[in-house]
């Protein structure tokens, strides 16, 4: 493929390339809508059940005992898994206030953009989440290299991995 190629069209902000699907603009909206509703469907599960989690941890006897640092984790954790929440349920509300009005293109973008809001509100949740369990459960002394290693594996994964696929396989060899 050509420079001009470059990106899936799928990210925030991307253009869409030119491809041989032969799509109307709309018929593109319409995939991409499809495709982004079963990513978001498959993270909004788990941010769902982890802030469902994190929700009772305040009314267990044990929360009484966390140190004050602990208790300052604990609140930003339950802050970004409730950030993270609404961005990733807010496409399919995006979606549902423009119906019918013919901006579906857009809408996909903005959506695609809450999408991965969402992502790094999620990556930032993990983060404080695993931080403040790793505190309470193990030596401190481990606890930044565990979560460091962790998050690591988080970037590695969800970003690190796509963005070099996407290059590799958007650039001329």
Known sequence: MDASNR?????????????????TESERADRRWGELIQEVRVAQTGVQILFGFLLT???????????????????????LGSAATGALIGPVSFHRVVAGRKIKPAAVLWASR?????LILLL???TSALLLILRVATDDTVVPWLVAGVVGWYLLCWFVLPM????????PD
Not at 7 to 23: A, F, N, Q, V, Y
Not at 164 to 171: C, D, I, L, Q
Request: hydrophobic share 30%; no cysteine; proline share 9%.
């Open 7 to 23: 990106g899936t069209g799928d990210g925030p902000g991307t253009p869409p390339p030119s491809d041989d699907r032969r799509e």
């Open 57 to 79: 941890v305040a009314f267990t006897p044990r929360f009484q005992d966390l140190s004050d640092t602990d208790r300052t984790i604990y609140v930003v954790t339950v802050i």
């Open 114 to 118: 809450l999408t991965f809001l969402g």
């Open 124 to 126: 930032g949740t993990l």
């Open 164 to 171: 070099w696929a996407r290059h590799r396989h958007t650039t």
